[in-house]
């Protein structure tokens, strides 16, 4: 399983650009700039467990393939939808539960990275993670 392991938030492009537009304050995104996530993946099959530590909190979400979980961002934007598998990439499309506007986000290992994939009303964005 290729997204096993702990990865550490390495470098973003856009990342700032693409919080603007989410709505989230300077304060919050400069924050979020150096937020020194982290994540640990474990898949069993269809099934997988995702804890995020990060300088703001820590979380821990269980899901499975195909079938919607609700999920609060750090800002506190809440959200609604699944993931899916297209062959080696992970696929969210999620929902904001305030403004009902979709939120997608792909996930694939590349090499010895995590390259996490944002879009949100016509703005990208991505976060490429090390393994640690």
Avoid: C, P
């Amino acid at each position: 399983m290729a997204f096993n392991g702990t990865w550490k938030v390495d470098r973003s492009e856009n990342y700032e650009k693409f919080m603007e537009k989410m709505g989230i304050n300077v304060v919050k995104r400069k924050l979020a700039a150096h937020d020194n996530l982290k994540i640990t993946i474990t898949q069993n099959g269809d099934k997988f467990n995702v804890k995020e530590s990060s300088t703001f909190r820590s979380i821990e979400i269980d899901f499975t393939l195909g079938v919607n979980f609700e999920y609060s961002l750090a800002d506190g934007t809440e959200l609604s939808g699944a993931w899916t598998m297209e062959g080696d990439t992970l696929n969210g499309i999620f929902n904001r539960k305030d403004n009902g506007k979709q939120l997608t986000t792909t996930r694939i290992v590349q090499g010895d990275e995590l390259i996490q994939n944002y879009n949100y009303e016509g703005v990208d964005a991505k976060r490429i993670f090390k393994r640690s």
